[in-house]
């Protein structure tokens, strides 16, 4: 069964604080990785997506991933009370003939005024 | 309208009640989705159609039957469903399709299914 992990939280981080989340997956041959932020009552919204080793940077948030290791994280610098979400990491892995996204159950993350 | 609206938000319904849920895709997008959200549970996906055609049925009960007439609309029709299929229903679309191969999906806001 292909797996992507997350803790589940809450992580708590103090406004203007940086928050690390972080996500590891079992299927070795994922190319693509996706991070997803859900806030309370709403759907999920795609923030960022890497494909390569190292990190990816898009205004406050930074991807970093590591094929070697199997994980992948998203950091979130400055931190806001805005940020106040659950961020859903998504993997897309093989089953059987298919591809799947294989989803974590996300980390929830409150940012503290 | 844009993006991926849902409807109805909210609903309520018996054991032997006969509902739909509707989704409506305005992104011209090619692939259109079902999922189940579920508390301390994965997204699970339910259907996927690509160009109208359903191209994946994840073992999904009889209960509920996915309909899509067109590029742009999805339904998903319940019927004798079981108070554990009380949950966030979310419809989804993408530019491509299947897409796990992009990973990037619009969501609509969900409808949010309580059985009674």
């Known amino acids: 069964q292909k797996e992507v992990e997350q803790n589940s939280g809450p992580l708590s981080v103090p406004e203007g604080a940086i928050a690390s989340l972080n996500c590891t997956y079992s299927?070795?041959?994922?190319?693509?990785f996706f991070w997803y932020r859900q806030y309370s009552g709403k759907s999920p919204e795609l923030i960022m997506s890497i494909y390569s080793n190292g990190d990816k940077e898009d205004g406050r948030f930074t991807a970093q991933l590591n094929k070697d290791s199997q994980y992948v994280s998203l950091l979130i610098r400055d931190s806001q009370p805005s940020d106040s979400a659950t961020y859903l990491c998504?993997?897309?892995?093989?089953?059987?003939?298919?591809?799947?996204?294989?989803w974590g159950l996300g980390t929830s993350l409150g940012v503290n005024p | 309208e844009t993006g991926v609206t849902q409807t109805p938000r909210h609903l309520v319904m018996g054991m032997t009640n006969k509902k739909s849920l509707k989704c409506e895709q305005h992104?011209?997008?090619?692939?259109m989705y079902w999922y189940k959200q579920s508390a301390k549970k994965p997204l699970e996906l339910m259907f996927v159609?690509?160009?109208?055609?359903?191209?994946e049925n994840n073992s999904v009960p009889s209960r509920f039957s996915p309909e899509c007439p067109n590029s742009s609309h999805l339904f998903l029709h319940l019927h004798t469903l079981q108070p554990e299929d009380s949950a966030l229903y979310l419809c989804a679309s993408s530019q491509d399709a299947p897409a796990s191969y992009t990973g990037e999906l619009f969501f609509g806001e969900g409808s949010r299914l309580t059985v009674l």
């Open positions: 998504a993997v897309p892995t093989l089953s059987g003939n298919n591809r799947k996204l294989i």
């Open positions: 299927d070795r041959g994922s190319q693509s």
């Open positions: 159609y690509s160009l109208e055609e359903r191209v």
């Open positions: 992104l011209g997008h090619n692939a």
